[in-house]
């Protein structure tokens, strides 16, 4: 879980940065997210049985938590400037 954090901060932090609007940012971020996580982590052979589709929606969900916070951490820096 620590991995999906990682991947998922760096992956906001950058669509973030280089897309203005914050809804499809985060939709990229996430999905970027996921899918590197998958592909670090993941069991390529798994079949899509109960833990796995669990274990997806986990980290569709830190993922998401995670690039919410970096774009309100962009938005704060931005009305600031």
């Known amino acids: ?42 069991d390529l052979s798994a079949g899509f049985d109960a833990a796995f589709i669990q274990n997806v929606v986990i980290t569709l969900v830190m993922a998401l938590v995670v690039s919410v916070i970096v774009g309100l951490v962009f938005a704060y820096h931005k009305k600031c400037a």
């Open 1 to 42: 879980m620590e991995l999906v954090i990682i991947i998922s901060t760096i992956t906001s932090f950058f669509s973030h940065f280089m897309i203005e609007k914050s809804v499809v940012a985060n939709v990229v971020s996430v999905v970027v997210a996921t899918l590197l996580t998958w592909m670090l982590i993941g």
